[in-house]
């Protein structure tokens, strides 16, 4: 069973708008959530975390996330989207402490125009 | 520090072909991971490792087998390729730490004609 949903497959943005990724989660307990980038013929970049504690995360080239247990939801944003943000984003959950695997989910391509 | 590494870049087999993919870190990590990446499925873990001379089975292992004879080293066997094997293939590793996250590779492009 997949562990994380991401409900989006295409997010289109014009350059300057904000940029959300949308992530839900369905794991027992606390979860690990992390958001990891991955631009064209690379590999996967890490972005952020959230492990515990404060429920919005920042992260690398200006990107945060909110994490929201009652809505089991850990989405990703930018205030302001540039256009060398154009990538494929993947959300993905360690299902518990000691779990030594992640779960990805299918990934949201997002393209951000001039 | 090179981080992952993995060897070759991009390989076409033909059906019934053997290879082996090499996986390499020089961050001492413990735990090191193969996945293979196929459009609109995300990553799905093949198999994995959580230190050196173990491994363990991941979502999808069948048709691949894995060694780790040395820690920083990981590697992926096909025995006897098929179709369904083509796919970006990366590796990853991370530290024992519950927090810590996993650095990838830059990918293996296989394809199986």
């Known amino acids: 069973a997949q562990s994380v949903a991401q409900p989006e497959d295409q997010v289109n943005v014009a350059e300057g708008n904000p940029l959300t990724v949308k992530c839900t989660y369905s794991?027992?307990?606390?979860?690990?959530l992390f958001w990891y980038v991955q631009y064209p013929n690379r590999g996967l970049q890490f972005l952020l975390k959230y492990i515990t504690g404060d429920n919005l995360v920042k992260g690398s080239y200006g990107f945060e996330a909110e994490f929201n247990k009652s809505q089991t939801s850990f989405h990703l944003k930018k205030p302001s989207a540039l256009v060398s943000d154009s990538a494929l984003y993947f959300c993905?959950?360690?299902?518990?402490?000691?779990?030594?695997?992640?779960?990805f989910g299918a990934g949201t391509t997002v393209t951000v125009r001039a | 520090n090179a981080g992952v590494t993995q060897t070759p870049k991009f390989r076409v087999l033909k059906t019934g072909q053997s290879m082996t993919l090499l996986c390499a870190q020089d961050m001492n990590h413990e735990y090191m991971y193969w996945y293979r990446q196929d459009p609109g499925m995300g990553l799905r873990l093949i198999h994995y490792s959580v230190g050196e001379g173990t491994t363990a089975k991941g979502e999808v292992p069948d048709g691949y087998n894995v060694s780790r004879l040395k820690k920083q080293n990981f590697l992926l066997g096909l025995e006897s390729a098929a179709p369904s094997q083509t796919s970006v293939y990366f590796c990853a590793s991370r530290t024992q730490g519950e927090t810590d996250t996993q650095y990838f590779g830059p990918g293996t492009r296989l394809t199986v004609l």
């Open positions: 794991v027992s307990g606390n979860p690990y």
């Open positions: 993905a959950v360690r299902r518990y402490f000691n779990d030594y695997k992640l779960s």
